[in-house]
């Protein structure tokens, strides 16, 4: 028996635990959509400064985003970011 897709009744819908009764086309398209939804969930986290939540003007590899206050008095403080054994 052919099962038929319950978004575009195409026939060849999928038995997936997720994507069931849905055909390949819909699966791919409801992806798609789920990946732009947690593409754009993620760049709004890295556009925030992670210290006062204003939009972030500096971004650095493995450090979290920062406005531009907050970079600055980040830099302002000596060994704020350092290990313990290395602050004055
Ligand atoms: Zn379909
Ligand atoms: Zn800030």
Do not use: D
Not at 2 to 20: D, K, S
């Amino acid at each position: 028996m052919t099962r038929r897709c319950v978004i575009c009744n195409h026939a060849g819908a999928l038995e997936l635990p997720y994507w069931e009764n849905m055909c390949v086309f819909c699966v791919a398209y409801g992806l798609n959509l789920r990946l732009e939804s947690i593409r754009l969930g993620i760049k709004s986290v890295l556009q925030t400064c992670a210290n006062c939540g204003r939009p972030a003007a500096y971004l650095w590899v493995n450090r979290l985003p920062l406005c531009g206050r907050c970079a600055e008095s980040a830099e302002a403080e000596p060994g704020g970011e350092l290990p313990a054994g290395l602050q004055a």
